[in-house]
């Protein structure tokens, strides 16, 4: 079956290959380096499974332009970037992968957290920017005795909520769903959102984005947080309103931001083709002219969506989508969205 894998890098291209022969898929695998959306289809269309990763964009069009695909699977758990409604007009099924770093995601997200409560950033720049020694603006805080507050109770949240019982952190967390089995083993407490961002001196995001997180954090929510509180987004940049988080970081209402995720983080890098080029009608320029404002404030840690980026996770993303391959290939479809 002709096999698609978008996005794919020289190490990953040489692992899919030898996993492919290994486990003897009855699949005919070409590997891309490019990601797949309206504007980067590939000259051969007649696909029957593709494969992306979250730089791709799998809309309707896409779905047009390939008239034998019979699975996309993404290589990722968040599966926004793929039309899953128009997957279901077409009856082609969307797998994903469910867990893959747990632990690689908390564990980015911990750091971001020190690299905050510590300056620590700030101190390697000093250093290396002015070879000063100072440390007159340096001074941090202990995450000892403060309140981390968990937005979602997922796998991830749950890997951070026991990292923080080892800083002897108090927990409170919020979840539509809460595991209260879990809570009872690890002692924490579940609030509603509005109470957690009240209570917490940190707030830690690891929700999912969909139509009913998007802007979980706005206007309205930031002002609850208490004065001088730290957000750590880890999980998806449209979760968090841009606007309201540079207008609070500017006021003081926050005291700094730990982001791997942006809104519109896709176009970050690009402003100046996007201005150029021009699509409006797609994307908010405001927003990613806002993105640039948190890029360059102090208080602020931007990094490029790396929190998933380890060898081990990565390996088990592909391994995971193999499965997926492997068991729809053979009746069996798994990790189906929806």
């Given amino acids: 079956m002709k096999t698609q894998f978008y ?13 492919i022969q290994t486990l003897s898929l009855p699949i005919e695998a070409e590997f891309i380096v490019d990601q797949l959306d309206k504007g980067h289809l590939p000259p051969d269309t007649n696909a029957e ?6 730089g791709s964009q799998v809309d309707k069009s896409v779905f047009d332009a390939f008239p034998n695909l019979k699975l996309i699977t993404t290589r990722s758990t ?22 893959y770093g747990e632990n690689t995601v908390a564990e980015f997200a911990f750091g971001l957290i020190l690299t905050l ?7 390697v720049d000093q250093i290396r920017e002015s070879g000063s020694f100072a ?35 108090n927990v409170v967390a919020y979840d539509p769903f809460p595991d209260l089995e879990f809570q009872k083993t690890v002692g924490y407490e579940y609030l509603s959102l509005e109470d957690l961002l009240k209570t917490s001196d940190i707030v830690s995001i690891h929700v999912p984005y969909m139509k009913e997180t998007h802007h979980l954090l706005n206007a309205d929510t930031i002002k609850l947080m208490k004065k001088g509180a730290y957000l750590i987004n880890t999980a998806r940049g449209p979760v968090v309103e841009t606007e309201a988080l540079v207008k609070a970081l500017k006021d ?14 896709n176009l970050t890098s690009g402003e100046a083709d996007f201005i ?28 490029p969506h790396n929190a998933f ?13 193999l499965e997926n391959i492997q068991s729809f290939l053979a009746g069996t479809p798994k990790n189906l969205v929806g």
């Fill in 309 to 321: 980026n380890t060898k081990e996770a990565l390996q088990r993303i592909l391994d995971t989508t």
């Fill in 117 to 123: 409560s510590r300056k620590i950033y700030l101190s």
């Fill in 49 to 54: 499974i593709v494969s992306v990763f979250v």
């Fill in 135 to 169: 440390q007159d603006n340096l001074q941090g805080f202990d995450l000892k005795g403060k309140t981390l507050g968990v937005v979602g109770t997922g796998r991830i949240g749950k890997h951070i909520i026991k990292m923080a019982k080892g800083f002897d952190m």
């Fill in 252 to 265: 003081g209402q926050l005291g700094g931001a730990g982001l791997d995720v942006l809104e519109e983080e």
């Fill in 7 to 19: 996005s794919v890098k020289p190490w990953e291209k040489e692992y899919l290959q030898n996993k």
């Fill in 276 to 303: 150029l080029g021009g699509h409006p009608e797609e994307h908010n320029l405001k927003t990613v002219l806002a993105n640039h404002v948190l890029i360059d404030m102090p208080n602020v840690v931007v990094t």
């Fill in 78 to 99: 968040g599966y926004d970037h793929v039309d899953v409604a128009a997957a279901k007009e077409k009856n082609i099924p969307v797998s994903y992968v469910p867990a």
